[in-house]
Structure formats: C-alpha cells, structure tokens
C-alpha cells in the first residue's frame, strides 16, 4: 500500500476543520490491513448501552475475557473508570455527558487502529450523542449493543445505591428517574441480563461478532 493510500484509510474524515492549518495527519507503515493479517480479526467498538445496573459493566468484562481466551485481544472502557481519570474534569450535565461520550469514542476509534476490539459499557443515554460515537468510530466498526435490563430490574438490584439516592433527590439528572433515556430504535444485538444469564448474554454478544473472528 503506498503512503497516499494508507493517509485515505487511516485519516480519520469527522469532526470540524482544525484550527491550525499546520497540523498535519501522519500515516504509519503499519496499515489496517496488516493488523488485520496480524491479529486474525476485523476490529470494532460493541458499545453497551443501557440502564444503571442494567449489567454493562459485568458483560464488558465477561466478554473481554471471552475474546482474550480465544486469541482476539480486547479492552474494556467502563464509564466509572473513564471518569476516574481521562474525564475526571467531567460533570454530570448534558454538555459534559456529550464530551464524556467523545472523548471515549476518540479513545476506542484509536484502539480500533491498533488493531483491538473495544467493549464499552456507557449508559449513554441520547441517541444523538450514541450517533457521535458511531460517526467518530465508524459506522464499519461501531456494534451498539441495547442491554435491554428493565428499570424495575436495574432498581431491584441497584448495585451501588444509586437509585435510592437519585429517588431521595440527593442525586440531580438520573437516568431513569430524573433524566431520559432513550433507547435504540435498531440495536445491532440486545441482551435483556433479567431475562438472559450472564453466560448467555455474553455469548449473544461474542456470536455477533462471529463473521469479524478468524
């Protein structure tokens, strides 16, 4: 592949002008196809979406350890640990939220390029900032996943009391109770872990990406 091509395929086409007209997109000699022959699969983002508690966290990394035992390396974003540090300058607000979810789709389309699957586990409530993801991603690489756990269920378990509190008005913009969710129209796969088992849920997700495997 000559340097024009890799520059076509690997330059990412999104996003507003850069407001340095001196920055420039550099193309490696390592080109998506060679990662491709290397690691034996076609990368992609599955990005979990749904409820508090609905499970994504728990499925991400089920599901990483899935790939990684059958030779496919992955990483998981988790919407807590993003926060911990790459966002921790990132409240709660629709904006914030809106930048929470680029940063982290920056992230995977990055992770993507080196070859990696990335399994995220966001509520990423919007479908339009859901739609950022896939356009910073690529709509060929970008599976949303709809973990379809129902509001009484995620609130039955309410892991981390978070329900509660949101319900005692301690905590403001809650999914769910004092904030939308909205869930996707056409889902890629949905896995509803009320009604599915963990192992089937996941198993449901790793058959998704069945035709990307080699």
């Known amino acids: 592949m000559s340097n024009e091509m890799a520059v076509q395929e690997a330059e990412p086409k999104y996003g507003p002008a850069l407001a340095d007209s001196n920055i420039y997109w550099h193309a490696g000699k390592v080109?998506?196809?060679h990662r491709r022959q290397y690691f034996r699969h076609e990368p992609a983002?599955?990005?979990?979406?749904?409820?508090?508690g609905a499970g994504k966290s728990t499925l991400a990394y089920e599901l990483e350890?899935?790939?990684l035992e059958q030779g496919h390396p992955s990483f998981v974003l988790d919407g807590d640990n993003v926060r911990h540090h790459l966002n921790r300058d990132l409240g709660f607000s629709a904006d914030d939220r809106r930048e929470n979810i680029r940063?982290?789709?920056?992230?995977?389309?990055?992770?993507?390029?080196?070859?990696?699957?990335?399994?995220?586990?966001?509520?990423?409530?919007?479908?339009?900032?859901?739609e950022?993801?896939?356009?910073?991603?690529?709509?060929?690489?970008?599976?949303?996943?709809?973990?379809?756990?129902?509001?009484k269920v995620c609130?039955?378990?309410?892991?981390?009391?978070?329900y509660a509190r949101a319900r005692a008005g301690e905590i403001p913009n809650f999914t769910?109770?004092?904030?939308?969710?909205?869930?996707?129209e056409r889902p890629d796969v949905e896995v509803d872990t009320g009604r599915m088992s963990l192992e089937q849920a996941t198993r449901a997700l790793y058959d998704h990406l069945a035709r990307r495997l080699g």
């Open 155 to 162: 609130e039955a378990r309410d892991p981390k009391g978070l």
């Open 31 to 33: 080109t998506p196809a």
């Open 45 to 52: 983002t599955i990005w979990l979406t749904g409820l508090s």
């Open 132 to 151: 950022v993801a896939r356009e910073i991603i690529g709509p060929e690489r970008f599976v949303e996943a709809h973990v379809s756990t129902s509001m």
């Open 176 to 184: 769910g109770v004092s904030a939308p969710y909205e869930p996707p």
């Open 103 to 130: 940063r982290t789709a920056e992230v995977a389309r990055l992770m993507n390029e080196a070859g990696l699957f990335v399994v995220t586990a966001f509520i990423s409530p919007l479908r339009a900032d859901r």
């Open 65 to 67: 350890h899935l790939l």
